[in-house]
């Protein structure tokens, strides 16, 4: 084992027995193992002791064991339930009743409160307190018991995950891209659409991601990234094995992708969520107002990526070959295809037109290519399998940390009306970002939104504007780039087999610094000239 995986085993080891050694207050037990597992989780992905993919079944395996309802933890447990009793100084409890806050916590049908309590004196094993409570209170007899403000969830909310609509999503891309390489249909996709891009290497980058770009900022960013990846098939087919720049062509996809859905209120999840929420605060945005506000930005980071990319990872071929020679495939089934992954792609088009979400359009290329056996048994057992359990077990993390409240514990744990109207951007950016990476996008802003509005300092203050926020938590959430479970893109360039996952987490930091940068310049400069 080299030094950076034996490195990484120790880390990850390090980081899953930690929480459960030091209790940090206010956060759940079950809140201890999530975050357990997350640190595990983050340093096993980022230093790979052991594949990245086992990594996540791994974390699946850990969630059902220790979280599940099913799981020996949480299977027939329960509580522990007292009152107090009335005594000559005052009410007297359990000691283990009281927390290290100095709370106990009270029950109210199914509902958990904490109630602040002034210890008064103690008599062995009791304590005499004054509260807001009474004898006939039902209190926890057990503060530190592992129910306490965590309710387990059935082990198929775990599991599910490995059949989560976007893993269909994924299987109906990698379907689409097998039979694209399998009828040469990748080879006069790549033809067409580079066609004006020429054929030296920096061009071709700059087409790839623009065609990716424009094409996400319209529809699912996870199905753009399927549906282009049968494009640079052929192109990485012309290049020698120690060339750097097949790696620049997998990652410009991704980044692309989740860039380019920034730029419009339909792009991504997030943005329609920070929309919503602004509405909530009787503010209104136009989708040309998205578009102005966000299209600048999207354009520099993209230019960003592209000069990066290309330091990164600097081309050896000179010029790629064009396909001028290639023929549409004119068989049976080859037509077949050819309509298939016109529908789809039109259909994916046109989400917002029809509302039929992109993961159920997915299933036309799962089980038209099956039926029609345009794909038989042997093409389907090629198919990257792998990468759907990388992508499962990034999808349970998420549940984890919600379930759990690590997530909102997470996010809540910074005063935030500690800050000036500015360095509240500049953190909610970075948190943005930072939580981005191991959540996915859309639960970050759902997460973030409520408390950004919430902050006092942004209410006619002066020195925040809302709408700035809003657009850091919208734009942020999009900028997770650095491991192959920060968003579905990246799993699937990792499935080209291309991309290491020390290349996608240097790029993945570098994007991420330089879109906070970029985002805090917006906010400083060019957004109040349009806000205000």
């Known amino acids: 084992m080299s030094a950076s995986k034996l490195a990484g085993l120790i880390l990850g080891l390090t980081g899953f027995f930690l929480p459960l050694l030091v209790t940090l207050p206010g956060l759940s037990f079950a809140g201890h193992i999530a975050l357990g597992i997350f640190l595990m989780a983050a340093f096993f992905w980022m230093l790979e002791p052991i594949p990245i993919h086992g990594t996540s079944l791994l974390v699946i395996f850990l969630g059902v064991l220790l979280l599940s309802g099913q799981g020996p933890l949480y299977k027939d447990a329960s509580i522990p339930l007292t009152q107090p009793l009335q005594t000559e100084q005052g009410l007297s409890v359990p000691s283990t009743a009281i927390t290290a806050s100095g709370t106990v916590w009270t029950k109210s049908g199914e509902v958990w409160e904490e109630v602040l309590v002034e210890v008064l004196s103690e008599s062995g094993e009791m304590i005499v307190i004054q509260a807001e409570i009474t004898s006939e209170t039902t209190i926890a007899a057990d503060a530190g018991h592992r129910l306490i403000d965590y309710t387990p969830r059935r082990f198929n909310d775990y599991v599910g995950t490995m059949a989560n609509p976007i893993i269909i999503l994924f299987l109906g891309g990698f379907m689409l891209a097998e039979g694209a390489v399998k009828y040469n249909f990748d080879k006069n996709l790549t033809k067409y659409l580079l066609r004006p891009f020429g054929s030296r290497p920096g061009p071709i980058l700059v087409g790839l991601m623009m065609v990716t770009a424009v094409l996400s900022a319209f529809m699912s960013n996870t199905a753009t990234t399927a549906m282009m990846m049968t494009v640079i098939i052929p192109i990485i087919a012309q290049m020698e094995s120690g060339d750097r720049f097949k790696t620049a062509l997998a990652l410009s996809i991704p980044i692309a992708a989740n860039i380019g859905g920034i730029a419009t209120p339909i792009g991504t999840p997030p943005n329609a969520i920070v929309i919503a929420a602004l509405q909530k605060q009787e503010i209104f945005i136009s989708f040309t107002e998205w578009m102005a506000l966000t299209l600048p930005l999207v354009i520099i980071i993209l230019a960003v990526a592209w000069f990066m990319l290309m330091k990164f990872f600097p081309p050896i071929i000179a010029e790629f070959k064009t396909s001028a020679d290639t023929k549409f495939d004119k068989s049976g089934k080859a037509f077949v295809f050819y309509g298939i992954f016109l529908a789809t792609v039109l259909l994916w088009v046109t989400e917002s037109a029809h509302g039929i979400s992109s993961s159920i359009i997915a299933l036309l290329p799962i089980a038209g290519l099956a039926l029609t056996e345009v794909l038989e048994v042997k093409d389907i057992r090629r198919l990257p399998w792998e990468v759907l359990w990388l992508v499962a077990g990034g999808l349970a993390l998420g549940l984890y940390m919600d379930h759990t409240g690590l997530a909102n514990y997470l996010v ?27 959540l996915s996008n859309t639960v970050t802003a759902t997460l973030l939104m409520p408390l950004a509005v919430s902050i006092g ?18 734009v942020g959430t999009s900028m997770a780039m650095v491991l192959p479970i920060s968003t579905p893109p990246n799993a699937i360039a990792m499935s080209t087999g291309m991309v290491k996952t020390p290349d996608m987490a240097k790029t993945g930091v570098v994007i991420g610094f330089a879109g906070i940068m970029l985002m805090l310049a917006y906010a400083l400069v060019y957004w109040p000239l349009l806000l205000n």
């Open 412 to 438: 809540s744990a910074i005063n935030w009306s500690n800050f000036s109207g500015f360095a509240v951007i500049a953190m909610f950016a970075l948190v943005a970002v930072v939580m981005s990476n191991f």
């Open 457 to 474: 300092i942004m209410q006619n203050s002066g020195s925040l504007d809302i709408m700035e926020l809003a657009l850091v938590i919208g």
